[in-house]
């Protein structure tokens, strides 16, 4: 940028957690599992989708997995944009914690679960993905988007750990748990 010259305004990056399941409703692990929204789920959706229509999104961008695609294609109809879909915002690999319930798991692994909780990046779900490489993906893609999306503000739906390793890896804190289903964080 040339001296004297008005800086680049950074775009508005939101990321919106997708519309409760079942698995979240039970307590369950659901990683890539294509688990679809339940009926509050989809209601989550719409009213997230009217939050949306408020920030005027130029693009909207989108998990692959099912319950992110499911409430990226409520919030779109709303606002007129077909959701993009990039992985880099899918749920963490859970391995073989997948289907099971968080109480089976507290049960069996305490401090598996205490690290998952407490979002170790030192630490892997068994057979799955850990949160240090989910963190490496998720913040090469915000840094995608953030380059492409200019002035102009972007929404993400995507899950509760992308959202919360994405505001520890930016140093805009750490939520002590996920955030809500059909929230929508400003970065």
């Keep these: 940028m040339r001296p004297g010259a008005p800086a680049r305004p950074e775009p508005v990056l939101y990321l919106a957690r997708h519309g409760q399941t079942a698995y979240n409703a039970e307590g369950r692990f659901q990683g890539w599992n294509d688990v679809p929204l339940s009926a509050a789920g989809r209601e989550q959706a719409r009213a997230l989708a009217d939050e949306v229509a408020h920030v005027g999104p130029a693009t909207l961008v989108t998990s692959q997995i099912a319950r992110a ?3 990226a294609d409520i919030v779109g109809a709303r606002v ?13 690999d859970c391995g073989d914690w997948t289907d099971r319930s968080f109480a089976e798991v507290m049960a069996e692994d305490p401090d598996g679960f205490r690290r998952f ?3 170790d990046l030192t630490w892997a779900f068994p057979g799955g993905e ?3 490489r989910q963190q490496r993906r998720v913040l090469a893609g915000l840094a995608h988007w953030r380059a492409c999306a200019g002035a102009h503000p972007l929404v993400i739906v995507c899950h509760g750990n992308t959202i919360r390793l994405a505001l520890q890896g930016l140093g805009a804190g750490t939520l ?3 955030p809500d289903n059909g929230s929508l964080i400003a970065l």
């Design 130 to 132: 850990s949160f240090a």
């Design 117 to 119: 909780l407490e979002l």
């Design 80 to 92: 007129g944009l077909d959701p993009v879909v990039d992985a880099r915002f899918a749920e963490t």
């Design 69 to 71: 695609r499911e409430t």
């Design 176 to 178: 002590a748990e996920r």
